[in-house]
Structures are given as structure tokens and as C-alpha cells.
């Protein structure tokens, strides 16, 4: 079950960066930085991502344990097997608008799913998890900053009304995160304990 879980968020995930790819824009993380490599280098995303993450699966193993880190690596190598399964589509581009608000929706929503069930997509994620854990930090807003610097590192390679477009990507894809998770962090409220009345009270 768990299984089918991190494939579904993974799966939710590979949609929205189908958007973003055609689209031409980027997101953060190591998805928007693969993105970036591959449009610069003209090699294949799926490969760069698998390459780009290898650091992260080191940190993440000393920071939040082998089951973490294990199904990490799942969602990374899943990620990879159906963006490389997408490649295969016949080619068409969207508006830049369009993949910033449907890229970044999608993938913050997959990427929320993969957070609940104990799960990421490495990189930044890695990075946004230890801190929330560590200091109590939002995710969707470390996430914002991270991905921030990987979009101002990435204009050389998109431009810049693309730039701002994958700007615009971030900014939604680290709302629904937040909201997500706020969502998900809140602690259940505690049903009503009812008082048993002995007997010997009653009477």
C-alpha cells in the first residue's frame, strides 16, 4: 500500500513537470535544476535528475534514515522511468502562463501526497524536511527560497520572461505545499472523553 502511494504522488508529480518541460519554464528543486542542465546541455531529464540527487541521498540518509531515504530513492527512480516514458510523446508546446499555474499546482500537490507518506523528490525537499524537523521551519516557505536561487541561477539557460514565468511556477508550487501541509501538521483534535459513572455513585 505505502507502495502505491509514493507511485501515485510520483505519478501526480511526473504530470506537472510534463507541463513545465513543455512549456519551456522551470521549477525549483532538483526537478527545476534538472530541467535547467537538460535545456542548457540538451541531455536527458530523466538521466540528469537521477545524477543531480545523488548527493542528497547521502544527506538524507544521516539526517532522516534509511526508510526516508529508501523511498526517496523510489520516488526518484520512479520519477525518472515515467519522464522518460513521457519523452515519448509527440512534441507540442503550451503557453508559458499556462505550465507556470498548472505545472506548479500539480507538482505542489504530488509533492505534498509524497511528504504524508513519509517520502520526497530529494534535493530541496531533503533540505525543506530537515529544517521543518529540526527547527519547526515551513516547508513551503524554505522550499520558496531555495527554489528561488536555483530559478536566479537558471536565466541564463530560459531567459528572462521565462524566468519570471518559473518564478511564477515556485510561488504556487510552495503555496500548495504550505497549505498542504498545515493541512496535514494540524493534530487531530481529541474526541471527548466520557466519564464512567461507578455505580456506587449513581445511586
Known sequence: MQILKVLL??????????????????????VGLSLSLSYWLGTSFSITYLLVNIPFYVLSLFKMGWKF?????????????????????????????????????????????????????????????????????????????????????????IGLFKGIYSVLSIVILSFMIHLFKSRFAAPAKAPARTRIVPAAEAS
Open 9 to 30: 504522488g510520483t505519478l501526480i508529480v511526473s504530470i506537472g513537470v510534463l507541463v513545465l518541460k513543455h512549456s519551456e519554464i522551470i521549477t525549483g528543486g532538483t
Open 69 to 157: 531515504t529508501v523511498s526517496t530513492l523510489f520516488a526518484v527512480s520512479a520519477l525518472s522511468l515515467m519522464s522518460a516514458a513521457a519523452a515519448r510523446l509527440p512534441e507540442f508546446v503550451l503557453p508559458g502562463w499556462f505550465g507556470a499555474a498548472i505545472g506548479g499546482s500539480v507538482m505542489g500537490l504530488g509533492m505534498s501526497y509524497l511528504f504524508l507518506n513519509g517520502s520526497s523528490l530529494g534535493g530541496s525537499n531533503i533540505l525543506a524536511l530537515i529544517f521543518h524537523k529540526k527547527f519547526g521551519w515551513n516547508p513551503g516557505k524554505v522550499m520558496f527560497v531555495l527554489d528561488g536561487l536555483i530559478i536566479a541561477g537558471s536565466y541564463y539557460s
